[in-house]
């Protein structure tokens, strides 16, 4: 096991509950150095396939754009990491290699690929979950494998939302999964569905001239991940129930409905890929009554591999029953820090439906809260995008939507509310 | 003879509740070992190496969480982390030499760190001087300088209360210092003698007769010593058992104590004191958490001592169990005849 990652799991919580204290909240912290520790290791096998929308929405300039970007995602693979590339439309077709299995990325492979790319056209409908099913089906020949696709699409799925569901829940598990959305014609919430099914991000390509980068940088933060798999294995007491887990940091991604039992106390949760990286996840136990001064585990978490039991890193959530207040009222910076970052998320969602929704004065009162607390957790960004949506008068801090919203910077917006920043050492988001 | 069909009970696995059979070790299902220690709460044997329940997650008592010591002769204490505190900064000795038997008990002083390595330190160096015959002034100082030196600084200075005492015949030798304490509880009749209202008036406030000090005054403790004032004995009964309190609280009338063995007190001294009962019956020596519910209490008369202090530990934790709870009883004359 000397080519395995060195994993550390710290938990942040407040165990102390007052006397009719029932929720217990903790804030996992999973650290991976990803590095490789003997010379011999080599690191996991990675199959990676690149999914290029090449509907009639994308001809003219936008077709170059995604044929360079493609292009120099598999410049970027290293030597022997199994590739394809998929066009997509209303149906899903592999433009390389000739046939259905990935094959060895080297210099001969890239270039053929390189040329296969170049001769993309665009024409035909958007068909999203075929393509994905497309995908899942190569990678399964890959089972070992760090499996990975790069999805990019610039319009609206044509697909019935029961047809999309259905393909996502046949490709879970399968690979992971990072979206790119190019122009101001895509649905953030098409893309979050990708996402949150097939655990990977999904981000908005505002200048289509920054493509390349983005798949560059998706190339390399794929080949960084050296662990295939992991789950986070939750056990909580009989009397218990694990209300959520959600990762937290980088991104908000709630895997409580992912859950496989392993046994009715315990359940494992799909955390996909590792690489040398910081995720933070935050738990939520709700627990019987207890008795003064009694202490539980409330929570017992390992990470561990799923096809050797290989236990990574563990640790314990606790729970203790006390009458001093000042012990059950103190609040973990972290647990606090988290809970705000996705009340943000929640109010720029509520408030962005409710805008399109035409429901103004829902949509007002959520954007004016998400700005403020924005503001509040370092989130200058996210503030900045909210100052061109919703318009708050400093002294009387009366909101109103603004008119003219440029339909990018709403995009940006939604695409971006499930990022969220870390806490600062002094208490402070950033 | 045909067969007889035995009725298999059904075993399940404590964890996973998956079927298992009698005999396996582990369980098949999800591999929690079979044979693991029982929980004190929902009765799973489902301990795991970490002591916690595998099953209600409950942390399991640790030894010092309660703890039950019973020596030859009847001697017996119970020390318990009550209801409130979070663990067991109360510590106790019981041991029997040939002709002696030793007890000291030790309470943490709350606001000190390390409070539990103190007492430890408290009774376990005074335990064994008095053992091995040093004076109950010796042993004290011998125990002060242990707790002391568990300090790196006079800010991080462990501290404990302490009271010891050392039976041998018929005669009681106590020395303390802080609030933990020491109470005669008289089973046997008063000799009318030395007490002539006891058949008619056995809990009046007055004076107790039923203890004599012996060469108290002896001792060269600049602190006070000797007899207990009269004010601040308080029969705390009135049943067939007559508590009287033989020791003098080192403490400032809102209850702080005002003495305490620890780096940040100096040469802290005890008070000693001796006495010979006339009658049968009990030596108590306790801590706070047991005292502070003595008012109006009717002690058992009933059972082994080791019986009557767990069920004094009983009525502390009834009573709230606000503070750990240290309850040593030595019986002496014809107590358990
Ligand atoms: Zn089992
Ligand atoms: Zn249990």
Redesign the interface.
Same mark, same amino acid.
């Given at each position: 096991m000397g080519d395995q990652p060195t994993f550390t799991l710290h938990i942040d919580q407040n165990k102390y509950l007052p006397i009719d204290g029932r929720e217990v909240h903790a804030i996992l912290t999973i650290n991976s150095t990803g590095t490789v520790t003997t010379e011999s290791a080599t690191p996991a096998e990675a199959a990676e396939v690149i999914i290029i929308d090449t509907s009639g929405s994308m001809s003219g300039g936008k077709i170059r754009e995604a044929r360079a970007a493609a292009a120099t995602a598999v410049q970027t693979l290293r030597d022997g990491v199994h590739v394809a590339v998929i066009a997509g439309t209303d149906r899903a077709r592999v433009v390389y290699p000739n046939g259905p299995q990935l094959v060895r990325a080297s210099a001969a492979t890239r270039a053929e690929a390189q040329r296969a790319i170049g001769k993309l056209s665009a024409g035909g409908g958007t068909s999203i979950g075929q393509w994905l099913q497309l995908a899942a089906q190569m990678l399964s020949a890959h089972p070992n494998a760090i499996r990975h696709a790069i999805l990019m699409t610039d319009g609206q799925n044509n697909e019935r939302a029961d047809v999309f569901a259905a393909a996502l829940a046949r490709c879970e598990g399968a690979f992971v999964c990072d979206s790119l959305g190019v122009g101001d014609d895509w649905v953030p919430a098409e893309l979050r569905k990708v996402a949150e099914a097939l655990l990977g991000t999904f981000d908005f390509v505002r200048n289509q001239g920054d493509l390349a980068d983005f798949f560059r940088n998706l190339t390399q933060t794929s080949m960084s991940k050296t662990v295939a798999e992991l789950v986070m294995r939750v056990w909580v007491p009989q009397t218990a129930t694990l209300k959520w887990v959600k990762q937290v940091s980088p991104t908000l991604l709630d895997l409580t409905g992912k859950r496989t039992d392993v046994n009715p106390l315990t359940g494992d949760y799909p955390t996909g890929s590792w690489g040398a990286e910081d995720r933070e996840y935050h738990l939520c136990v709700e627990v019987p009554p207890g008795q003064i001064g009694s202490e539980i585990r409330a929570g017992w978490v390992k990470l561990l591999r799923p096809d050797t039991q290989e236990v990574f890193a563990s640790g314990n959530v606790l729970a203790q029953w006390t009458d001093d207040l000042a012990q059950s009222t103190r609040i973990n910076g972290k647990v606090a820090h988290y809970t705000g970052q996705a009340e943000l998320h929640e109010l720029i969602q509520d408030g962005l439906s409710a805008r399109a929704a035409g429901d103004v004065d829902t949509a007002t009162a959520r954007l004016a809260k998400a700005k403020q607390l924005a503001v509040d957790s370092g989130r200058e960004d996210t503030a900045r995008l909210l100052d061109k949506v919703v318009e708050v008068d400093p002294a009387s801090g009366t909101a109103r939507l603004r008119k003219n919203v440029d339909k990018a910077d709403a995009i940006e917006l939604d695409t971006g509310s499930v990022r969220t920043s870390k806490l600062r050492k002094n208490g402070e988001g950033s | 003879m045909g067969e007889t069909a035995v009725p298999k009970t059904e075993v399940r696995c404590p964890?996973?509740? $998956?079927p298992v059979l009698a005999g396996d070790s582990f369980c098949e $299902?999800?591999g929690h070992p079979l044979g693991a220690p029982t929980c004190t +709460?929902?009765g799973a044997p489902a301990v795991d190496a970490?002591g916690?329940?595998?099953?209600?997650? =409950? &942390?399991q008592p640790t030894g010092r969480d309660h703890a039950e010591l019973e020596l030859d002769g009847g001697t017996a204490g119970v020390t318990d982390?009550? =209801? &409130? &505190? +979070?663990r067991n900064e109360d510590a106790m000795a019981l041991l029997a030499t040939g002709t002696q038997t030793v007890v000291v008990v030790c309470d943490g002083v709350g606001s000190s760190p390390r409070a539990d390595e103190a007492s430890a330190a408290a009774v376990e160096t005074a335990s064994a001087a008095l053992a091995r015959g040093v004076s109950t002034e010796e042993a004290f100082g011998l125990a002060s300088r242990a707790v002391g030196k568990l300090a790196t600084s006079v800010d991080d200075a462990p501290a404990c209360t302490y009271v010891s005492a050392v039976v041998e015949g018929g005669r009681i030798t106590l020395a303390w210092a802080g609030d933990s304490r020491a109470y005669w509880l008289s089973t046997g009749p008063r000799p009318t003698k030395t007490d002539p209202s006891a058949d008619t008036q056995p809990v009046a406030t007055d004076p107790p007769t039923v203890t004599r000090p012996v060469e108290a005054e002896a001792s060269t403790d600049t602190r006070p010593v000797g007899v207990v004032p009269a004010a601040a004995i308080r029969p705390a009964v009135t049943g067939q058992v007559v508590g009287t309190q033989l020791t003098e609280d080192d403490a400032a009338p809102t209850g702080e104590i005002t003495a305490w063995l620890g780096a940040d007190y100096g040469d802290v001294r005890p008070h000693v004191r001796v006495l010979e009962p006339e009658t049968p019956g009990l030596l108590l020596v306790c801590s706070d958490g047991l005292w502070r519910y003595l008012d109006g209490y009717t002690f058992p008369s009933t059972g082994s001592p080791l019986d009557m202090a767990r069920a004094m530990l009983r009525h502390a934790l009834d009573s709230g169990g606000q503070d750990n709870v240290t309850i040593v009883l030595i019986p002496l004359g014809d107590a358990h005849g």
């Open positions: - | 964890v996973c509740e $998956a $299902a999800c +709460s929902c970490d916690y329940c595998e099953r209600c997650g =409950l &942390r982390r009550g =209801l &409130r &505190r +979070s």
